[in-house]
């Protein structure tokens, strides 16, 4: 039978389960989203825009490479499927 205090170790050392989206993930969609759609309402293109805004936001909010990949997808998505809209 293990004592609490090794329960309390392995308790530890187990990892914790990663949330579906980090706290960091999202507020960085939400601000770039922002900041491009107060660039594209102010004329500004798109191709001046995107990079900017997120090099910008990336020195604000710093992720993971792998969520940087995967969130550059779904923005460029997102875009894209905005500007089929205007």
Known sequence: MQ????KE?????????KPAESEARAQF?????HALSGCLQKGF?????????????LEEISL??????????ELLVWVK??????
Do not use: D, H, N, V
């Open 29 to 33: 969609r939400t601000t770039f989203k």
């Open 3 to 6: 004592s609490l205090f090794e």
């Open 81 to 86: 499927t905005r500007m089929k809209l205007e």
């Open 64 to 73: 993971p490479e792998k969520e940087q990949r995967t969130l550059y997808e």
């Open 9 to 17: 170790i392995l308790a530890a050392r187990k990892p914790k389960a």
């Open 45 to 57: 293109l798109l191709e001046e825009c995107f990079g900017l805004i997120w090099e910008e936001t």
